[in-house]
């Protein structure tokens, strides 16, 4: 996806959270965004994505699924659950990004709050063109595509 220089002063100053345990995928995501003109924040664990809310206000959160349960974490879902709970007014879309892809995946996602499910493997493209369609459709019209 081509991103034009006036795209990319449009989104200076909008911050997408990455919530994602695997360093290669949250380079590769947050290089993606960066160069779209976003600025980029990742953390690795869900609890670091709570504690991270309280300072920045972000315009997206992008969630993987499977966080390394070895890191008595919560997983993606319990995260993106209680974004919802403890910040009801934030208004940034939570964009799932996940190997999963079943129905029962994306019935879950719904249920704790996730917006838009995007399954891996990522390609530049596929991962800009969702999060700029999450960003132009709005918390009202909030789904799961």
């Known amino acids: 996806m081509q991103v034009s220089d006036e795209d ?11 919530v994602e345990d695997d360093p290669t995928i949250s380079d590769f995501i947050k290089l993606i965004l960066q160069h779209a003109g976003f600025t980029v924040v990742v953390v690795h664990k869900g609890m670091d994505a709570l504690a991270t809310l309280t300072r920045i206000t972000p315009v997206a959160i992008l969630m993987d699924v499977n966080l390394d349960p070895r890191e008595r974490d919560w997983d993606g879902y319990e995260t993106c659950k209680r974004i919802r709970e403890n910040y ?7 964009i799932f990004v996940t190997v999963r892809k079943t129905q ?3 019935k879950r996602a719904v249920q704790v709050g996730g917006d838009y499910f995007i399954t891996k493997p990522l390609t530049a493209d596929k991962l800009l063109e969702r999060v700029v369609h999450a960003l132009g459709r709005g918390k009202l019209n909030r789904r799961i595509g």
């Open 104 to 106: 029962a995946d994306v």
């Open 8 to 18: 990319k002063k449009r989104r200076q100053g909008k911050t997408i959270l990455v």
């Open 88 to 94: 009801r007014d934030l208004e940034a879309p939570v």
